[in-house]
């Protein structure tokens, strides 16, 4: 065994659970664990172990201070390589270079799209439960294709979201490629006892089961239920199929690093027919596929979020002859849209196209109660976007409240 390997081994003495989670073999480790109970350390020890292997490490975490908790580790266990310059610290790239090969960096990763363009041959994807399923799904798995590198992702869970999902593909796989993982917050022998009863003081007996027991919930502050059983609309529907219907579209457009996202529906077959999503493009762009959308199905009105996008891009849709109507969301008017559609999904009054992105959107959407009104709140969690919640809800809410004559909801 080499020094530096010797010299890691000691910094750290991995619990049990991380044990198992570090020496699998398999190349896409899926770990679910209770708040505090070592992931973040554990994907530490990890990084360093492949950087001094010479592979080339990237983390990514939703916020700075998840980042900044598995970077400070990172710094911690190379110290002494730092101080023998066999190692580079760069503050301001997060990054460890170590001398003839490895590396380890540390991103923040709010917009999954922030991360094309790196390289990598290890991933790991820190509190993917609430980072948008695109970090995976069309960056990080892409990126390590060309060197069929490994991945690792660790999460608290946010109920049964993309994450989950993740989660059950790993403990049905029986390849020996995917690998899932599973440890409370007790099962960590270096958290005192003192700070578990701080953390478990003022939660909830269902927080204490997701954050601690760390188990995915079904109904915690969900707001969407009976979602599988309305992802039937087929994926290849046709204008033609739809020729003499009411058709309708509700869109969300883009607001810094969140998604435009159009929804298309049959009001005729109560029937989602077209989507579309992307971001970082300028209004022109974007103005310019909703044009290509509107051109193909003719719908008779467009509910579109006036407060994304303001309103003289809405006069510019309007003036190029689209048949939009402003709906301003405001925290009297998005609970009913919200309301609206998940009744529908309850009722299984809609048939919705399955996309795992826009599906895991639907389960992961959270409602909140205010306890001084007593009112309701809808969001996504922290970390995550709700944009084509928004744009179905929007476009299902111009179905059934439809009007031949174009006024303004404000």
Not at 57 to 64: D, I, K, S, W
Not at 113 to 125: A, K, P, Q, T, V
Not at 353 to 358: E, F, G, I, V, Y
Request: with cysteine; proline share 5%; net charge negative.
């Amino acid at each position: 065994m080499s020094p530096m390997t010797e010299l890691n081994v000691r910094l750290y003495d991995p619990h049990p659970s991380q044990a198992a989670f570090l020496r699998s073999p398999a190349k896409r480790k899926v770990c679910c664990a209770g708040r505090r109970g070592g992931k973040t350390t554990g994907m530490a020890i990890l990084a360093v172990e492949k950087m001094l292997e010479g592979r080339r490490v990237l983390e990514a975490a939703p916020t700075a201070d998840q980042t900044n908790a598995f970077w400070n580790d990172c710094k911690t266990f190379t110290q002494p390589l730092i101080d023998a310059k066999i190692v580079k610290k760069n503050e301001t790239e997060r990054s460890l270079e170590m001398i003839g090969g490895g590396r380890i960096r540390a991103k923040t990763a709010w917009d999954a799209d922030s991360l094309r363009g790196d390289y990598c041959d290890f991933l790991i994807l820190d509190e993917y439960s609430i980072m948008d399923p695109s970090a995976w799904d069309e960056v990080g798995a892409p990126m390590l294709l060309d060197n069929d590198g490994d991945a690792a992702f660790i999460f608290t869970p946010k109920r049964k979201n993309h994450a989950f999902h993740l989660y059950q593909r790993a403990v049905t796989d029986d390849t020996g490629r995917w690998a899932a993982f599973h440890f409370t917050s007790f099962d960590n022998p270096h958290l005192s006892k003192d700070a578990l009863a701080e953390i478990t003081a003022d939660i909830t007996e269902d927080a204490y089961q997701q954050e601690i027991l760390a188990r995915f919930l079904e109904s915690q502050g969900q707001v969407f239920r009976n979602i599988a059983a309305c992802l039937t609309a087929p994926l290849d529907a046709t204008p033609e199929q739809h020729a003499g219907h009411h058709i309708v579209a509700g869109c969300d457009w883009a607001r810094e690093s969140d998604y435009s996202c159009f929804s298309v529906g049959c009001v005729t077959c109560h029937m989602e027919v077209a989507r579309d999503r992307f971001n970082q493009v300028d209004y022109h762009v974007q103005t310019q596929r909703l044009q290509a959308l509107a051109e193909r199905w003719k719908p008779a009105a467009i509910l579109s979020e006036l407060n994304s996008i303001g309103l003289p891009v809405h006069e510019m849709l309007q003036r190029q002859g689209l048949p939009v109507i402003g709906f301003t969301t405001t925290a009297q008017t998005k609970p009913p849209l919200i309301e609206n559609m998940a009744l529908a999904f309850e009722r299984g009054e809609w048939a919705w196209q399955a996309d795992p992105t826009w599906t895991a959107e639907l389960e992961a959407y959270e409602r909140t109660v205010s306890p001084t009104t007593g009112r309701s709140s809808y969001s996504a969690p922290a970390g995550s976007h709700d944009d084509t919640v928004i744009a179905r809800a929007l476009m299902l809410w111009q179905a059934q409240h439809y009007v031949s004559s174009y006024v303004d909801f404000v």
